[in-house]
């Protein structure tokens, strides 16, 4: 009777373990498709997340982070954490964060970081873009714990609150989503009510090529998602970009058109042809020249509330 018993707990117990295995192994694999930052168990001192290289355990509320991406230094701003690293572009930091990060060594260019100079901060985690950094993941991973996800594909709101159950703000970072869900509501029904049947266009004039910007990510879902305007025929639904000739131009009848701008002259020598000046949008006004650092180089709440800044006067509803 002894033995049937201990039997019976002994195929419990494994039933129980190999539960709680599989439950542990569809919340990894959720984290690594869903590209967040999910947190598997913690206690008073220790965070276990899982990310899209492993599994790190992170001090409980960590502050001293370092920042390999934009997108990681926006979120840390946004949640009130100051990052004590982040990387730079070749200009510097990014114009959005720019104030905000003015405290904050650089430890170099996101693509090849300085990894002495983020062992000399210190830092108590270590935010890794995986796609970039996977390769140095040892090196990273002996200086500080470290979470590696990509920037936010589409959405970055579920990647937000996932940042801030990790780092213990997830009322800040639930609060940041709910105010520009209302924001964008708002603008949103505005516009409709007056444009909605109106056509819109992101490009920029590179001095390789010309692209016209997408719905796939960045811009794109703050544009066509959140705000519902209408793309344009030329605008590649479900793609980042698409490079397009000077000959299809003549072709960007949009009836407003944002527009990024890399090279100057090159833009220069397209305003002075009949194709552009024929366009509705140039005859009506309506061409916009905005920032490309918030509009494609971050993605979050700091670079989305500006590109709804940029639209809102664009239709003169600003505040």
């Not at 129980?16 to 569809?26: G, H, K, L, P």
């Not at 946004?78 to 690293?85: D, E, F, K, W």
């Not at 983020?118 to 270590?126: M, V, W």
């Not at 949009?254 to 042809?273: C, H, P, Q, S, Y």
Request: net charge negative; aromatic share 6%; hydrophobic share 45%.
């Amino acid at each position: 009777m002894v033995r049937v018993l201990s039997l019976i707990i002994f195929i419990l117990t494994a039933l129980n373990s190999a539960v709680f295995v599989s439950a542990r192994a569809d919340e990894k694999a959720a984290a690594a498709s869903d590209n967040l930052a999910v947190v598997l168990k913690f206690d008073d001192k220790i965070k276990t997340v899982q990310h899209l290289d492993g599994v790190s355990d992170v001090p409980f509320a960590a502050k001293h982070i370092v920042a390999l991406h934009n997108s990681f230094s926006e979120a840390l701003i946004a949640l009130g954490i100051t990052p004590v690293g982040a990387v730079e572009r070749p200009q510097g930091a990014a114009e959005q964060l720019k104030k905000a990060l003015a405290d904050t060594s650089s430890v170099g260019d996101q693509s090849s970081p300085d990894y002495e100079k983020i062992l000399s901060l210190q830092p108590d985690l270590i935010l890794s873009v995986g796609d970039v950094h996977s390769q140095n993941n040892d090196l990273l991973q002996a200086i500080a714990p470290v979470i590696s996800l990509r920037e936010p594909d589409e959405d970055w709101r579920p990647w937000l609150l996932g940042l801030g159950a990790v780092l213990e703000r997830q009322e800040q970072a639930q609060k940041l989503v709910d105010d520009y869900n209302q924001r964008a509501e708002s603008l949103r029904e505005k516009i409709h009510a007056d444009y909605k049947d109106e056509t819109v266009l992101l490009m920029r004039v590179r001095q390789k090529d010309i692209r016209v910007y997408g719905t796939g990510r960045r811009s794109g879902p703050v544009l066509y998602r959140d705000l519902q305007l209408t793309p344009h025929a030329l605008v590649p639904v479900g793609k980042n970009y698409e490079a397009i000739s000077n000959e299809l131009i003549g072709k960007m009848d949009a009836d407003r058109i944002f527009l990024m701008v890399e090279d100057a002259a090159r833009l220069g020598n397209i305003e002075k042809t009949a194709l552009w000046q024929s366009l509705p949008a140039v005859k009506a006004g309506h061409v916009y020249k905005v920032n490309i650092e918030p509009w494609n180089q971050s993605s979050g709440p700091i670079s989305a509330g500006i590109i709804m800044d940029d639209v809102a006067r664009a239709f003169g509803l600003a505040d």
